[in-house]
Structure formats: C-alpha cells, structure tokens
C-alpha cells in the first residue's frame, strides 16, 4: 500500500543505524517504478564513494561498484521498488553485492508483495498496516492545528470523523490534508471535506511524494 510510510521508517533505519557507524559504506536509492539497471547501478556507486562517475561506460560502473563492497560491512537502502518482471536485471544489480563482508544488510521497500518474494527476502518482512483512527487524527492535528488560537467549532466531532475517514489510516493523506486546512478558516473545513478531493491520495502522492 503507498502512503502507508515506509520510506519515512526505513529513513529513520537508515539514519539511525548509519550514526552508529555499524555499516561503511551506505547508500540511500530511489528506485521508482522505472527500473534502470545502469542508473541503480550507478547511483549506488556514487553513494558508498561520495563522488560523481561522469562515465557512460556502463561496464566500468559493473566493475568499480564490486571493488568498492568487496570486503566491506554495507547497508544499501532500495526505496520505492515496484518493478517483478526483470528478474534477470535484478540479479545483475545484486551480483556486487556478494562482496561485501558477512553482516552487510540491503532494506527494500516496496508496495507489491511479489518485489520481496523476487529478492529472496523470506521471512525478513515487515508488513506495515494502516494507521488507527486515533493516531491518524493525532498526525491530522500535527499539521492542522499550527495555529493555536483557532476556535473549535461545535460540530468537530462530525468532522473529525469525516477526516479520519478521508485519511484512510494513512500517515501521507493525514500530512497532506492537514496541510490543506491549515490554510483554511474552520468554516471553510466542512464544505472541503465534502468535496471529492479524493484524489487526495493521489495529490499527496504526487506533490508531497518522499
């Protein structure tokens, strides 16, 4: 499921483990629904060196990348993966990884099921579910509420209902509608909500996508 928040958690992972310095190199990729071998490629290399490879000679990518995990404890982070049917470049994108030492870890996000079943994942899958209605308003309020002085109308309760209904349990609709409202009297709140903004997932997708 998108917007459910599974790059911010594997953000925070990310982060917090590369403080530690448990993991050198690291490297953070936004693979996205178009899957390009060279680009993956080529962008994880410029992440564990922290350099630019101006080459266009695909095949020197293949041949730095392995030299550089050779040895060495990595974590690669492969975000927003969507694409199953290219097994066969997959396993070409992992083949460096065979170098690293013992303990290196790769974090895959994605919304499709058959992605982790393609990348050996097993039972390394943690299956993140929709928010309650408490914690989703909770992050609505983050976002809707900046301002404190704003007066509570007397049929809040009817709307908080309509907007945990609209957010759907999801931590990126929540962000995204309460940023909406903040910008709104609360007057203005209940003739949005009844409005078919829904396409709300698909504009917090598109414009606050992260």
Same mark, same amino acid.
């Given at each position: 499921?998108?917007?459910?928040?599974?790059?911010? #958690?594997?953000?925070?992972?990310?982060?917090?483990?590369?403080?530690?310095?448990?993991?050198?190199?690291?490297?953070?990729?936004?693979?996205?629904?178009?899957?390009?071998?060279?680009?993956? $490629?080529?962008?994880?290399?410029? +992440?564990?060196? +922290?350099?630019?490879?101006?080459?266009?000679?695909?095949?020197?990518?293949?041949?730095?990348?392995?030299? &550089? #995990?050779?040895?060495?404890?990595? #974590?690669?982070?492969?975000?927003?993966?969507?694409? $199953?049917?290219c097994y066969g470049l997959w396993m070409k994108l992992q083949?460096?990884?065979?170098?690293?030492?013992?303990?290196?870890?790769?974090?895959?996000? $994605?919304?499709?099921?058959?992605?982790?079943?393609?990348?050996?994942?097993?039972?390394?899958?943690?299956?993140?579910?929709?928010?309650?209605?408490?914690?989703?308003?909770?992050?609505?309020?983050?976002?809707?509420?900046?301002?404190?002085?704003?007066?509570?109308?007397?049929?809040?309760? +009817?709307?908080?209902?309509?907007?945990?209904?609209?957010? /759907?349990?999801?931590?990126?609709?929540?962000? $995204?509608?309460? /940023?909406?409202?903040?910008?709104?009297? %609360?007057?203005?709140? &209940?003739?949005?909500?009844?409005?078919?903004?829904?396409?709300?997932?698909? %504009?917090?997708?598109?414009?606050?996508?992260?």
């Amino acid at each position: 499921m998108a917007g459910v928040g599974k790059t911010t #958690l594997a953000a925070q992972v990310f982060n917090e483990i590369d403080t530690t310095q448990q993991f050198k190199p690291t490297a953070w990729v936004c693979v996205s629904d178009d899957f390009n071998l060279e680009r993956v $490629t080529k962008q994880i290399l410029e +992440s564990v060196t +922290s350099q630019l490879y101006p080459t266009e000679d695909f095949s020197k990518v293949q041949q730095a990348l392995p030299k &550089e #995990l050779a040895g060495k404890k990595f #974590l690669i982070v492969l975000d927003d993966v969507w694409d $199953t049917c290219c097994y066969g470049l997959w396993m070409k994108l992992q083949s460096p990884f065979r170098d690293g030492a013992a303990g290196s870890k790769i974090i895959v996000t $994605t919304r499709d099921a058959e992605v982790s079943k393609m990348m050996g994942a097993g039972t390394l899958v943690h299956n993140l579910e929709p928010m309650s209605n408490d914690v989703c308003f909770e992050v609505f309020e983050q976002h809707a509420f900046r301002n404190a002085n704003r007066d509570i109308p007397p049929n809040f309760e +009817s709307l908080k209902e309509k907007i945990v209904a609209r957010c /759907g349990g999801l931590p990126l609709a929540a962000r $995204t509608l309460g /940023g909406l409202l903040l910008r709104k009297e %609360m007057n203005e709140w &209940e003739e949005i909500l009844n409005k078919k903004l829904w396409s709300l997932y698909q %504009m917090s997708v598109t414009y606050f996508r992260y």
